[in-house]
């Protein structure tokens, strides 16, 4: 088995060595020179020095039977053989003791290949429960890859809608308005729904990278809609009418940002198309930026207008 290996123990008798006048100690420290060796001095060189150990041969150390032969010295001056007052044997036990707050932990390793980490982990815990019956004292605890996953996801469920806040409320302050800056946060969810369709279309998951992918991606969106509305708003404070201004501002900045959904999604072009180690997490973070742009970049040029419209109609000339 892959969690024993084969262990080698002494155990003492104890009535035995009492009568030949030796003690436990010394049967040990004569089992431990068998095993493994003892250093007796030591050699200087110099600045350094080098231990002087003994140890017994290869042919005596490999062999149960060859250790049970060896020889003990009694006190009375008389010799005799190590199996004569202790039993050796071979038994199996865990290849590694480790343990997390004072507690024996055996840990059982695995990677999740073709499926979601969450939904595999969720389906083995329900079989888990189901089929395997714990002795009392033992439990199980789910760790690695899956528990940071958790946290991080915690995390970032907190940390997007104050991150959206924290742009909404600086868009209200920039624009000296709260239409404008909601017209402007209305595309995050445009640019949402395009990072979902493009995992679903690439057959990944949503995991920590996607999710980091559409925090970028609310990012290059809201500046696509600071870079239209903020024009628009340039030319309605010129006294052009909120239509022609809408119009006019929409058709100057097509370019700007054309130009910047295109420049980024070409830069994430080689992350895209990434085969090597850590391609696992840049393309889904890659997946997710290209296609929230899409659809950010086209409802940017849209809808925000029609948002804007729909906002400002009553100043309408």
Same mark, same amino acid.
């Given at each position: 088995s892959?969690f024993?290996?084969?262990?080698?123990?002494?155990?003492?008798?104890?009535?035995k060595i009492?009568r030949?006048?030796l003690n436990?100690?010394d049967v040990?420290?004569?089992?431990?020179?068998a095993?493994?060796?003892?250093?007796?001095? %030591?050699?200087?060189?110099?600045?350094?020095?080098?231990?002087i150990?003994?140890r017994f041969?290869?042919?005596?150390?490999?062999?149960?039977?060859?250790i049970?032969?060896?020889?003990?010295?009694?006190?009375y001056?008389?010799?005799i053989?190590?199996?004569e007052?202790?039993k050796?044997?071979?038994?199996?036990?865990?290849?590694?003791?480790?343990?997390?707050?004072?507690?024996?932990r055996i840990?059982?390793?695995?990677?999740?290949?073709?499926?979601?980490? %969450?939904t595999?982990?969720?389906?083995t815990?329900?079989?888990?429960k189901?089929?395997?019956?714990?002795?009392?004292?033992?439990?199980?605890?789910?760790?690695?890859q899956?528990?940071?996953?958790?946290?991080?996801?915690?995390?970032?469920?907190?940390?997007?809608?104050v991150?959206?806040?924290?742009?909404?409320?600086?868009?209200?302050?920039?624009?000296?308005?709260v239409?404008?800056?909601?017209?402007?946060?209305?595309i995050?969810?445009?640019?949402?729904?395009?990072?979902?369709?493009?995992i679903?279309?690439?057959?990944f998951?949503i995991?920590?990278?996607?999710?980091?992918?559409?925090?970028?991606?609310?990012g290059i969106?809201v500046?696509?809609?600071?870079?239209?509305?903020?024009?628009?708003?340039k030319?309605e404070?010129?006294?052009?009418?909120?239509?022609d201004?809408?119009?006019k501002g929409?058709?100057?900045?097509?370019?700007?940002?054309?130009?910047?959904?295109?420049?980024?999604?070409?830069?994430?072009?080689?992350?895209?198309l990434?085969?090597g180690?850590g391609?696992?997490?840049q393309?889904?973070?890659?997946?997710?930026?290209?296609?929230?742009?899409?659809?950010?970049?086209?409802?940017?040029?849209?809808?925000?207008?029609?948002?804007y419209?729909l906002f400002?109609?009553?100043?309408? %000339?």
């Amino acid at each position: 088995s892959i969690f024993y290996q084969p262990y080698l123990t002494v155990s003492v008798d104890r009535e035995k060595i009492a009568r030949h006048g030796l003690n436990v100690r010394d049967v040990l420290d004569t089992f431990e020179l068998a095993m493994g060796e003892k250093i007796v001095t %030591k050699l200087y060189e110099s600045s350094r020095f080098i231990n002087i150990a003994l140890r017994f041969p290869d042919q005596i150390r490999n062999s149960t039977k060859s250790i049970e032969e060896i020889m003990l010295k009694s006190p009375y001056g008389y010799l005799i053989p190590l199996k004569e007052v202790v039993k050796v044997s071979e038994i199996e036990g865990p290849t590694q003791i480790s343990r997390e707050n004072g507690k024996r932990r055996i840990g059982i390793e695995l990677s999740v290949s073709g499926r979601d980490m %969450k939904t595999f982990v969720e389906e083995t815990k329900r079989l888990v429960k189901e089929r395997v019956f714990l002795p009392e004292g033992y439990y199980i605890e789910w760790g690695g890859q899956f528990q940071q996953q958790q946290r991080t996801m915690k995390r970032l469920m907190i940390i997007m809608p104050v991150v959206v806040l924290f742009i909404f409320v600086m868009l209200s302050l920039s624009f000296n308005s709260v239409k404008r800056a909601l017209s402007v946060i209305l595309i995050l969810p445009f640019s949402l729904a395009g990072g979902v369709l493009a995992i679903y279309i690439s057959n990944f998951y949503i995991s920590v990278p996607a999710s980091l992918g559409f925090i970028a991606t609310f990012g290059i969106a809201v500046l696509n809609g600071i870079v239209l509305v903020s024009y628009i708003q340039k030319l309605e404070n010129d006294g052009l009418p909120i239509r022609d201004a809408i119009l006019k501002g929409s058709e100057i900045r097509l370019r700007p940002v054309l130009m910047t959904a295109f420049t980024t999604a070409f830069g994430l072009i080689p992350m895209l198309l990434a085969t090597g180690p850590g391609s696992e997490i840049q393309k889904p973070l890659a997946v997710v930026v290209v296609g929230g742009l899409i659809t950010s970049t086209i409802l940017t040029l849209i809808v925000l207008p029609v948002f804007y419209e729909l906002f400002f109609r009553n100043r309408l %000339k």
